[in-house]
C-alpha cells in the first residue's frame, strides 16, 4: 500500500509570492489533516478533512492559507501571499474513518519544507 | 480547546528506562497517541490508549488515566536510535488530533 505522499519536498519562494503543496493520502482514507511544525517546534493542527469536507479549520493562521480536497481525494494548501512567518514543514496525514480498524492512527506523509525569503 | 504539556527535554544513558510524561486539558477527550519524530522526518505512530491502564508493544509502553488527565509513554532499553522528539496527541470526538509540545529526548551512550 502505497503511504501519504506529498509534494514538493522543499519549497524556496520570496515573500509576497504564492506556494500551493498537495498531499496525497492513502487511498481509502476518508480522513485528512494537515500540520505544520515551525523550527522544531510543536506540531500544530491546521486543519482537518473528512472526505471533501472540511471538518475543523480553526488552527488556519489567516485567509493567506486555504485548503481544498476536491473529490475527496488529494488536497492542496496553498499559501497566498507568503509571509516570513509561513516558513516551516507542513505535514499531511491520513487515516480511515472512525468505524474501521486503524482510526486512531495517523499515517503522515514526510513533509513539504516551505522557506519564505 | 485542548492543551497539552510535556518536558521540553529529557536525556538518558542507554540501556535506562525513560518515562515521558503528558498532562492534558480539553473540552472533550476520546484518546491519547503517541508518536515519534526523528530529525528531518516524519512522525510515526507510537501507540494509543482510548482507556485507563497500560497498553505495551516490544520496548514501548503507554499509560492512561482518564481521571487524572494524565498519561505517559515508557521506554526501555534505551537504545541510541530511540534518540528523538516524542509527541503526545489528544483525539477528540470529531477525530481531531491536537499534539503536544514535544519532549526531545537525547539516548547517550
Known amino acids: 500500500e502505497a503511504g501519504v505522499t506529498q509534494f514538493p519536498s522543499h519549497s524556496v519562494i520570496e515573500k509576497g509570492q504564492t506556494v500551493t503543496l498537495r498531499c496525497d493520502p492513502i487511498?481509502?482514507?476518508?480522513?485528512l489533516y494537515w500540520y505544520r511544525r515551525v523550527m522544531g517546534k510543536e506540531i500544530k493542527f491546521l486543519l482537518h478533512f473528512v472526505k471533501e469536507s472540511k471538518q475543523d479549520e480553526s488552527g488556519m493562521p489567516n485567509n493567506r492559507f486555504l485548503a481544498e480536497r476536491t473529490g475527496g481525494t488529494y488536497s492542496t494548501l496553498k499559501v497566498q501571499p507568503a509571509e516570513l512567518e509561513d516558513s516551516g514543514v507542513y505535514f499531511c496525514?491520513?487515516?480511515?474513518?472512525?468505524?474501521?480498524?486503524?482510526?486512531?492512527?495517523?499515517?503522515f506523509g514526510a513533509g513539504s519544507r516551505l522557506t519564505v525569503l | 480547546g485542548q492543551s497539552l504539556e510535556q518536558p521540553s527535554e529529557v536525556t538518558a544513558v542507554e540501556g535506562a528506562i525513560v518515562q515521558i510524561n503528558c498532562t492534558y486539558q480539553t473540552s472533550g477527550f476520546y484518546g491519547l497517541s503517541w508518536y515519534q519524530q526523528h530529525d528531518g522526518g516524519a512522525p510515526t505512530f507510537l501507540s494509543y490508549n482510548g482507556l485507563d491502564g497500560l497498553e505495551e508493544t516490544g520496548r514501548f509502553s503507554s499509560f492512561l488515566s482518564r481521571s487524572d488527565s494524565y498519561g505517559y509513554l515508557l521506554l526501555q532499553e534505551l537504545q541510541m536510535k530511540d534518540s528523538a522528539s516524542y509527541f503526545c496527541?489528544?483525539?477528540?470526538?470529531?477525530?481531531?488530533?491536537?499534539f503536544g509540545p514535544g519532549t526531545r529526548l537525547s539516548v547517550l551512550p
Open positions: 496527541a489528544v483525539r477528540d470526538k470529531g477525530q481531531n488530533f491536537v
Open positions: 487511498s481509502g482514507h476518508d480522513n
Open positions: 496525514a491520513s487515516s480511515p474513518t472512525k468505524a474501521l480498524p486503524g482510526a486512531n492512527v495517523l499515517t
